[in-house]
């Protein structure tokens, strides 16, 4: 059974240089066999649930965005950013030569096909008996057993302990007791060590910036640095999926979820709070195709915060650019609209809603990173909430991090945040055993797990971007924004378990309460997913119930 959290007491650049970036493309194409040819085309040949799965990763390239209907606004006053020369200089940085960045669309478009690769379970063990026949030498672990086949301890040291006492005297403004303490954790902590001492090391930075009130960009912002190439990022993101589960399912609840309810519909409209890259959809894209009857006609309205820089919706236009060749390649028709800016201040007029359109509100692990009540009393995260209910959507749906490290006070979201990442550190710690995955892991964590450790740490007020609830928590103010719960079927939850079951380590964990689907690592509950539909529907200027 998981438990809930109150049973419980408790990026430096990627590409300095032309030839570091080559390189990287050069490990990706190495990677490819024939083998993965044969699994994907296999793969398009396969219909049915594993449809609905991401088990590798997302694409990223470009095409002629001519294609491309873009309607939508961008800000240029952005949210996180310390000032205009700041942003000048980042971007005199970020320029890379006109050649490059051709050979990078190149390469990532035929990197691309990995992203589709939703593999059945037959495919999975073909692959996976293919691997052990290529690498014999390699020893693999059992199901369940750790990676760490030396568990030499150099000390005794509890580090937890001492990043307790730490964040107590920065708390107690003791700078001089604080700085000892640092000192002594960094001298028994590592980015490089186990999971224990990878928390220790990156915390220890989160209190050293809270000190010295030294708050780096990257750190002020709940994106990817801009500076991270998009291939370590699909490689980082490819690892993720191999070896936790948590994206795969709720992606798979998701997609499932809105398929099921597509059936009939002629006209569907995605209206995607958070889409970022855009991996969520190639996999539904790919199952639509496939429908009975043929596709719908699939708008999708993709919104996102604004970068930092002269061109705030750059992102989510090569998302657009995205989606729209994988359109192509399915015969899905398809139009993409987006929005670039703070989500309170987006109106319904911008989303431009057809009651015509089988309608789908899709926010997945976002919203904690709207401002609540704690920052502004007409919070921004019910107005939010607000503007999806306004939707009328058919669907909303909605997956979230369970958290309590939200507290105003400092010690309290300090203890919770350190109870949190740990269980997430060794799980990383436990499921990631290649030598070689090193870089991609530590790319993982700091976009995963250290963004917003740090955040949570280092920054108060509207500066602390990360704000993570209880699921019910969230339903309450789900609820509140008149929304009910829509029932998970019984079928997706079946298979969602069974795609934990069978690709994934013991530990992890899938339950159910009350309409929520909870996913867990070792007893504690991480992430949650839900289904909801309007209290009141309204059609045609009357109200249903």
Known sequence: ????????????????????AERSFYEILQQQSPESDQNTSSSDQNSGDQDFCVPSSTTTSLSDSSALVSNGESQRKYRYRNDEEDDLENNRRNKQPAIFVSEMEELAVKFEHVLLVCKTNQEEEEESAITKQSTPNRAGRPKGSSNKSKTQKTNSVDLRNLLTQCAQAVASFDQRR????????????????????????YFAEALEARITGNISPPVSNPFPSSTTSMVDILKAYKLFVHTCPIYVTDYFAANKSIYEL????????????????????PCLLRALSKRPGGPPML?????????????????????????????????????????????????????????????????IHRLQY???????????????????????????????????YNSPFFMTRFREALFHFSSLFDMFDTTIQAEDEHKNRTLLERELLVRDAMSVISCEGA??????????????????????PATISKQIMKEAKEIVRKRYHRDFVIDSDNNWMLQGWKGRVIYAFSCWKPAEKFTNNHVNI
């Open 178 to 201: 604080a700085t000892d303490k640092l000192k002594e954790i960094r001298s028994h902590s590592s980015s490089n060590g186990d999971g224990t001492q990878r928390l220790a090391f």
């Open 370 to 404: 709207t401002p609540d009540e704690t920052v502004s009393l007409d919070s921004p995260r019910d107005t939010v909430l607000k503007l999806f209910r306004d939707i009328n959507p058919d669907l909303f749906v909605f997956a979230e991090i369970n958290g309590m």
């Open 299 to 363: 708008r999708v309205t993709g919104i996102e915060l604004p970068q930092a820089g002269f061109r705030p919706s750059d992102r989510v236009e090569e998302t657009g650019r995205r989606l729209k060749r994988f359109c192509d390649q399915f015969n899905v028709p398809f139009e993409f609209n987006f929005i670039a800016k703070k989500w309170e201040s987006i109106s319904l007029d911008e989303l431009m809603i057809n009651p015509e359109e089988t309608t789908v509100v899709n926010c």
């Open 463 to 484: 500066e602390r971007f990360a704000r993570p609830e209880t699921y019910k928590q969230w339903r309450v103010r789900i609820l509140r924004a008149g929304f009910k």
């Open 262 to 281: 597509s059936m009939k519909a002629t006209k569907l409209h995605i209206v995607d709070f958070g889409v970022l890259y855009g991996f969520q959809w």
């Open 1 to 20: 059974m998981l438990m809930d959290e109150e049973d419980f007491v408790g990026e430096s650049r990627d590409i300095e240089a032309l030839q570091a």
